[in-house]
């Protein structure tokens, strides 16, 4: 017989998922600090990109995967150690968050398409451009991508200060709910 009692920790997936795409932003946001160690046009630079563009690409399939997930499964109550401003304010982040994790890839999609670029998935398919190029407005478009990456980076950021606030400073249980393994 199945529990109908609220979990006390994420499902094993939403956690999966979750420090997948850590490490999905993590790589694609690091990975562009590389560029400046190879000339323009050179085999690293390219991979570099290559690898920026793919790991953008595994975040928007986790991203697929992630929503329909949170929507489906049990999730936890909220901890009972937060206050409700605190609670909403968690909330909004957490929605702020899931927009930008959408939102960044696809608009570095759409600027590799309007520089005329093919974008690949780690070289197993590849995506050719389907709009005319506009390297004009590639600029504006790759600007917009930096600031929306970089907001979602310090966003993360600040997201990972409060739950290890949490964990070490306040000792509750938010962040214990999607450390990995068992309980």
């Known amino acids: 017989m199945t529990s109908t009692l609220q979990p006390e920790r994420y499902s094993t997936s939403m956690r999966a998922l979750h420090w997948l795409v ?47 997930n949170r929507l489906a499964a049990r999730q936890p109550a909220p901890s009972a150690a937060l206050s409700r401003p605190v609670r909403i304010a968690s909330e909004a982040a957490h929605g702020l ?10 608009v570095g999609i759409w600027l590799a398409f309007l520089r005329g670029d093919a974008v690949t998935f780690f070289s197993l398919f590849t995506i050719p451009a389907p709009i005319p190029v506009d390297r004009t407005f590639a600029r504006e478009i790759k600007e917009i991508h930096e600031w929306l990456a970089n907001a979602l980076v310090v966003l993360a950021l600040v997201h990972a200060a409060a739950a290890l606030l949490h964990h070490f400073v306040l000792k509750d249980d938010v962040l214990r709910r999607m450390l990995p393994g068992p309980r």
Not at 38 to 50: D, L
Request: net charge positive; no cysteine; charged share 5%.
């Open 22 to 68: 850590v490490l999905a932003v993590l790589v694609a946001y690091g990975v562009t600090y590389l560029e400046a160690v190879f000339p323009r046009g050179s085999v690293g630079r390219s991979y570099i990109w290559w690898t920026h563009i793919s790991v953008g690409l595994l975040l928007v399939a986790l991203m697929a995967l992630r929503i329909p």
């Open 97 to 106: 968050l899931y927009l930008l994790l959408i939102a960044t890839p696809l």
